[in-house]
């Protein structure tokens, strides 16, 4: 799958690049919105009772990401996050028993972006921290009785990616990349608004 997102990475970036006139550097002190769409595959989860066996998940994630920066010099920018992912589901069984569980994700992030200017102008790297918060609901059977039980609980992970960034027109840029996003691998697409620069 990671082989599978560079190749898209490498293909969207040149495909991006053709048309796009050159990458300007945001002045230091530009404040920027932006909105990312990405998608993850391939999810592999433990069960949840490991003395279960996983029958059934959700194989792909969906993710919405607002965003809001600044851009501390033309080089590094400080990202907030906010993200809604779709749900993850899981089945799994344990001779007569069983259980269906409904993971919903919300997770907020800090990251810092580091902006080449000079060399490869447009590839960008981003690195941070996720506050990631799951709401829980399982369902278990057993003999024809099924038993709800809600639980919540939140962690902390980290964010590494790399990407490009191509001027649309004006201060609206695109952008595309890979990377890890807490326990994810994920494949992402953006717009980023600069005001001001």
Same mark, same amino acid.
């Given at each position: 799958m990671q082989k599978r997102l560079f190749a898209f990475l490498l293909t969207a970036c040149a495909a991006t690049t053709l048309p796009a006139p050159a990458v300007e550097a945001a002045e230091a002190g530009t404040v920027?919105? =932006?909105?990312?769409?990405?998608?993850?595959s391939g999810i592999q989860r433990d069960p949840y009772t490991k003395s279960f066996r996983v029958t059934s998940e959700t194989n792909t994630i969906g993710a919405v990401r607002l965003l809001a920066g600044y851009q501390l010099t033309p080089n590094i920018g400080l990202e907030v996050g906010y993200?809604?992912?779709?749900d993850y589901r899981q089945s799994a069984v344990n001779g007569p028993f069983s259980y269906d569980a409904t993971a919903r994700t919300t997770n907020r992030d800090i990251s810092l972006v580091y902006q080449f200017?000079?060399?490869?102008? =447009?590839?960008?790297?981003?690195?941070?921290?996720v506050f990631s918060h799951?709401?829980?609901?399982?369902?278990?059977?057993?003999?024809?009785?099924?038993t709800r039980i809600n639980t919540a609980f939140s962690s902390r992970s980290s964010q590494l990616g790399i990407g490009y960034e191509a001027t649309l027109s004006?201060?609206?840029?695109?952008?595309? =990349?890979?990377?890890?996003? =807490?326990d994810d691998k994920i494949g992402f697409v953006g717009l980023k608004y600069y005001f001001g620069s």
């Open positions: 920027y919105l =932006g909105v990312d769409g990405a998608y993850a993200v809604r992912r779709t200017t000079e060399w490869l102008p =447009g590839l960008f790297l981003t690195t941070g921290v799951v709401d829980l609901t399982a369902d278990s059977h057993f003999m024809g009785r099924s004006g201060n609206l840029k695109a952008r595309i =990349g890979v990377g890890r996003y =807490g």
